[in-house]
């Protein structure tokens, strides 16, 4: 009963205080009280979105570097495919030496976008179906068409174009993942114009560069054969040329940058 009585007469002790002069040590208290939480509460916001930053700042990093490999795996099967039709057409040692090469390169870099992707599923049946059609156009395609050139073969039409599907199939998974990540860092990014325009340009370089090669194989192949395959290739890869380039231009005069598009 004691501990009790006291306790009540603590509190009314107390609550007198606060009404005395006015209740101004009330409002005194009140006051301090909502400062304490307003700051509390500015803290708890700051904290949030450097937390938040520094999660997206991650995850670019490891989105740009995502798409660094893979637009490196896609020049480099351009880059293959280009060794491929140049080592039939001429029979040059030159081109087998960068045929093997670039079999080993394109394989590595496939590699490593496979271990960027690891942990997501749905990118990891991609490049692996991306390396499943550069595998399935090697063992049927390049390799026996290799084997058959060194023997002194002559190559014709059908060995240029033959298994061209399968490394377009693998471009077609390697775009899809290009397509993915740029929607997920989308989703999260606080500037979603400035940013658009960054990965944009990202991504439509090394397309540029690819039919900028795709131009050259098509050329040396008319050139060489008269193929009308050929031509229809460097058609193809002159109409995305010009439209690959239009586009970096506009985006780097939007995001102004400096205009370092040239033309071939």
Do not use: C
């Amino acid at each position: 009963m004691g501990s009790l009585a006291d306790k009540f007469s603590i509190y009314k002790r107390f609550r007198s205080f606060m009404k005395a002069e006015d209740k101004f040590y009330g409002k005194l208290l009140g006051s301090s009280i909502v400062g304490v939480l307003a700051i509390a509460m500015l803290a708890g916001i700051l904290l949030f979105v450097a937390v938040r930053d520094h999660q997206f700042e991650d995850l670019r990093a490891k989105t740009l570097e995502v798409l660094r490999k893979i637009g490196d795996a896609e020049n480099d099967i351009t880059t293959l495919q280009a060794a491929f039709r140049g080592y039939l057409l001429t029979g040059s040692p030159a081109y087998a030496n960068a045929f093997q090469q670039q079999t080993a390169l394109a394989q590595t870099r496939l590699e490593d976008v496979a271990s960027a992707v690891a942990t997501n599923g749905a990118m990891s049946a991609q490049i692996s179906d991306a390396k499943r059609h550069v595998t399935d156009w090697l063992q049927k395609t390049a390799n026996p068409g290799v084997a058959n050139r060194a023997r002194g073969g002559t190559p014709n039409i059908e060995d240029l174009t033959k298994g061209r599907a399968l490394l377009d199939s693998a471009r077609q998974s390697l775009e899809a993942m290009e397509s993915a990540e740029q929607t997920l860092i989308s989703a999260h990014a606080p500037d979603q114009q400035s940013l658009g325009q960054s990965f944009q340009i990202l991504l439509f370089a090394p397309k540029l560069e690819n039919a900028i090669s795709q131009m050259e194989a098509g050329e040396w192949g008319y050139l060489l054969t008269g193929d009308q395959a050929s031509v229809d290739l460097y058609r193809q890869a002159l109409t995305d040329f010009y439209a690959y380039h239009g586009h970096l231009t506009v985006l780097a005069q939007q995001s102004n940058l400096p205009r370092t598009v040239r033309w071939p």
